[in-house]
């Protein structure tokens, strides 16, 4: 079975986002260039900074094949911005308050912390082409060797 937002063209999504340096975009600011989203629990934690460590890595490799790399999570733009500061990351970490990227992307589910039901961010990443097209997903990402994928993912849609 298809994931359902694969069907969807992302430019559907025009939602204003909060990027670190107090800015607004949507999506469609994004027209013409693949995009890479990946979706994270929660700054400054373990998982979520190792995958952003990885993507930034990578980012020059991202940059040169014609991305643009965004790191998505509920976190506040000040909270973004220390995390950006603290770790190095040369790319925007886009603050989604109010979850509306989130629900659109259908990141958000149920998760057991501590024994505890709690909604929260299912890591995830999409792959949006130039025109705007969700062509890859992961979900449950596993961030070990992730951001690799995702590159090789973005050089072969790219190709084609």
């Not at 949006?128 to 979900?139: D, I, K, M």
Request: with cysteine; proline share 4%.
């Amino acid at each position: 079975m298809t994931d359902a937002v694969l069907e969807l063209p992302a430019t559907s999504f025009d939602l204003p986002l909060s990027l670190s340096g107090d800015t607004q975009t949507t999506l469609r600011g994004y027209a013409g260039k693949w995009l890479v989203l990946y979706f994270y629990p929660k700054d400054s934690t373990p998982g979520c900074t190792t995958e952003g460590v990885d993507f930034n890595a990578l980012l020059p490799q991202f940059t040169q094949a014609g991305a643009v790399v965004l790191g998505v999570s509920r976190d506040s733009v000040k909270s973004h911005d220390n995390f950006c500061a603290k770790q190095g990351f040369t790319f925007p970490l886009v603050s989604d308050g109010d979850e509306a990227l989130c629900r659109a992307f259908d990141v958000i589910k149920e998760k057991n912390m501590y024994g505890k039901q709690v909604l929260g961010i299912e890591r995830s990443t999409f792959l949006l082409s130039p025109e705007g097209v969700v062509v890859q997903a992961w979900r449950k990402v596993k961030v070990a060797g992730h951001a690799d994928a995702v590159l090789a993912a973005l050089k072969a849609h790219a190709r084609q």
